[in-house]
């Protein structure tokens, strides 16, 4: 069982940055895949970012390509997404979701656990 609880959003101005957090219960965390999704009210869950258990292979959707970075500390159970170079269309909630089976990393309904969720809204 893996508890994940997102923290660091919040309100910025466009061109700012913010550095959500993604802390993590349980012994394994390092054995997840973990990936970043975020929704608008009347959309889709919608793919951002996603790292391997161990940290050495990332993906990025296209729309945050060269802007936002995903990155672990498996000592601190902990997923980070830094978010540079914001834009209005990144206001969201975002979602950190993990899955411990290789799973294809874009589908929701793939993910095993699935945090609260933190607002990100980015003002223009």
């Known amino acids: 069982q893996v508890q994940l609880v997102e923290s660091g959003g919040g309100l910025v101005q466009a061109g700012g940055s913010l550095r959500l957090s993604c802390a993590a219960s349980?012994?394994?965390?390092?054995?997840?895949?973990t990936s970043w999704f975020r929704q608008v009210p009347g959309k889709e869950r919608e793919f951002v970012a996603a790292i391997s258990g161990s940290g050495g292979n990332t993906y990025y959707a296209d729309s945050v390509k060269n802007r936002f970075t995903s990155s672990r500390d498996n000592a601190k159970n902990t997923v980070y997404l830094q978010m540079n170079s914001l834009k209005p269309e990144d206001t969201a909630v975002y979602y950190c979701?993990?899955?411990?089976?290789?799973?294809?990393?874009?589908?929701?309904?793939?993910?095993?656990?699935w945090g609260q969720g933190t607002q990100v809204t980015v003002s223009s």
């Open positions: 349980g012994r394994t965390f390092s054995e997840y895949i």
């Open positions: 979701a993990a899955a411990r089976a290789p799973v294809p990393i874009g589908f929701p309904s793939k993910y095993d656990y």
